[in-house]
């Protein structure tokens, strides 16, 4: 609605709640050879996800490939949980920059400032983006830990390379 074309495509992530067990993860566990995660909630159902769908999408469900793979993820992580009972599944919209890292930046627009392309990460990193985001909101100039973080940093071909991964799917 403002006239920008953002280096960010939407990706459908999808989460899963299993139905309670008695505590069995103390944690968060990840599975980086499958790209799995899981943790068990306060009223002891099993929440995990893996990759993003291989395709771009606003919907809010996801496709049964992906469910599949996850659930091989938890499997090949903890066989035991192959008998525990799935009782719901979502997908959310993630907004994932081209390099895989966020833009935090003032825009063209007058007034506009942007906090997106997050990936996977931003629940993780959201008190020192909010930290950085409000420097940049009160001052109107980037944050030091931020300015690698710039909006222009695709037309400089300055991409940050942490992992050399973004939106392109075959890349996680």
């Known amino acids: 609605m403002a006239g920008l074309r953002l280096p960010i495509e939407s990706h459908v992530l999808q989460a899963f709640v299993s139905e309670a067990i008695k505590p069995l993860i103390p ?32 919907a ?11 659930c091989e993820g938890g499997m090949a992580l903890i066989p035991m949980i192959g008998r525990v009972r ?53 001052r109107d100039q980037s944050h030091k830990e931020a300015a690698l973080f710039r909006l222009d940093r695709f037309q400089r071909g300055a991409m940050i390379d942490e992992k050399g991964q973004g939106a392109q799917p075959n890349l996680h």
């Open 86 to 138: 799935l009782l719901r599944q979502w997908g959310g919209i993630m907004d994932m920059s081209m390099d895989g890292t966020p833009i935090i930046d003032k825009s063209p627009v007058d007034g506009l400032y942007i906090n997106a392309g997050w990936c996977y990460g931003g629940f993780k990193a959201t008190p020192g983006s909010g930290f950085v985001f409000a420097h940049l909101l009160a």
């Open 27 to 58: 944690g968060v566990m990840t599975f980086g050879a499958g790209h799995f995660y899981v943790s068990q909630s306060d009223k002891g159902g099993l929440v995990f996800g893996g990759d993003i769908d291989g395709y771009n999408s606003y």
């Open 60 to 70: 809010q469900r996801g496709n049964l490939p992906v469910v599949e793979d996850v």
